[in-house]
């Protein structure tokens, strides 16, 4: 049987494909994926805005009408506002953060680039991110765009994920193997 995140993912892909079809055909594949990330980044600051997009106790007429304030009050138009009303009528709302993920993964391969997701446990300055570009390239052979999430909760260190390899560097993974291998130990 299918797991919950494998058909979130299903339905992410598929509307992001839809959704880079229209802004490729359109030439706007740059300024949606930023209203996308913009639209993210709302997501990432507002616990409203995540329980609206996660809960299924909001109808579609309720989630509908909140997208379409958002986006208006964001000032996201065209493509974007469209794209996330019909996600809303749709009752796809909690598939978006899929989206946006599958969106930047999709627009990166047709640059040529790869997408690494990374999560640090504090914001990345400009230095430091191109170092992590550079690096990146030198593993993959090839651009890299990065994108940053930032989780305290790490304590320290990256998690980079590039395609379906996981590199985990944070400070809390560490304290837990060693956790584990203390137990074993004792």
């Known amino acids: 049987m299918a797991k919950p995140s494998d058909l979130i993912s299903g339905v992410a892909e ?16 740059e300024s949606v994926q930023a209203d996308l990330d913009r639209f993210q980044g709302l997501i990432n600051e507002s616990a409203d805005l995540k329980r609206l997009i996660v809960s299924p106790v909001f109808s579609s007429d309720d989630q509908f009408k909140a997208i379409s304030a958002i986006v208006a009050k964001a000032g996201l138009s065209g493509l974007v506002a469209n794209f996330l009303k019909v996600v809303a009528r749709n009752r796809r709302l909690f598939a978006v953060p899929g989206i946006v993920r599958a969106f930047r993964d999709i627009a990166a391969r047709n640059r040529g680039e ?7 446990a504090h914001a990345l300055n400009d230095q430091q991110q191109a170092e992590l570009k550079a690096a990146l390239k030198g593993v993959t052979g090839k651009d890299v765009t990065v994108n940053v999430t930032v989780d305290p909760s790490i304590l320290g260190g990256l998690i980079v994920k590039v395609g379906s390899r996981q590199i985990d560097t944070s400070l809390r993974t560490k304290l837990s193997s060693l956790k584990l291998a203390l137990k074993e130990v004792g």
């Open 14 to 29: 598929r509307y992001a494909s839809s959704l880079f079809d229209l802004a490729l055909e359109s030439g706007s594949v």
């Open 114 to 120: 790869v997408a690494a997701e990374v999560t640090s």
